[in-house]
């Protein structure tokens, strides 16, 4: 039975790819590429070290921790009123909290981006027991690293958590960390998710069910 959940950042609680694409390809033209913006979708999940470098990269630029920087500079300076929580997300943080379950969030950005974005869509911190983000472990995902950490964090073993992921990467990393996974379409279809082995796909985060995140069904009255 599930006792955490654990949500990814970006594509699940909130969309600030639009946001962090445009902050890159900002940056990177101030060292003399012009990038497009499908350029950056391969690497989308994987942190921004390197979703800017494997971009910078293919354009024959040698990545410097001075690029990623850059871009945090011009997407903290673009960012206010241009991100909003996707529907539901704000009531079903809500309905976990007061069922009881320990609440996390495991993101590859920095920690500046994801503190950041969460003010930004109204989630007060301290409505997670942990934060996990990019700077916390070495491997990325797919690597299930960050979900272990964000378990260990929060005093919870891996099979009694459930990561909420929108991408391919973090799904494969949650399974790898042997938790259970419920997948969300916000950034990807169905098919392309169901390669990956999650417990479940729904639409969003206001499609899922406690049932869905392995949590028994709240007693009449609770939602």
Not at 99 to 110: E, F, I, N, Q
Not at 118 to 141: H, P, W, Y
């Amino acid at each position: 039975m599930t006792r955490a959940v654990i949500f990814d950042m970006d594509g699940v609680l909130t969309d600030s790819e639009p946001v962090i694409n445009a902050a890159a390809i900002a940056g990177l033209r101030e060292y003399g590429i012009d990038p497009k913006a499908e350029d950056f979708r391969p690497f989308v999940g994987m942190g921004e070290d390197r979703y800017i470098g494997g971009v910078a990269e293919a354009y024959g630029l040698v990545y410097r921790p001075e690029m990623k920087a850059r871009v945090y500079e011009i997407y903290l300076e673009i960012l206010p009123g241009r991100i909003a929580a996707f529907p539901g997300v704000h009531e079903r943080v809500a309905a976990l909290r007061e069922h009881g379950v320990v609440l996390a969030v495991a993101s590859s950005a920095d920690r500046v981006k994801v503190e950041a974005n969460l003010r930004g869509i109204g989630l007060d911190l301290s409505q997670f027991a942990a934060i996990v983000v990019g700077e916390d472990v070495t491997r990325k995902k797919p690597a299930p690293d960050i979900f272990l950490c964000a378990a260990s964090r929060l005093g919870v073993a891996p099979a009694a958590c459930c990561v909420v992921e929108d991408a391919v990467n973090g799904v494969l990393a949650a399974k790898a960390a042997g938790m259970r996974c419920a997948a969300v379409e916000q950034s990807f279809p169905a098919p392309v998710l169901a390669a990956a082995g999650p417990d479940v796909i729904r639409p969003g985060v206001g499609d899922l069910s406690f049932e869905d995140l392995g949590l028994a069904a709240p007693s009449a009255g609770r939602s």
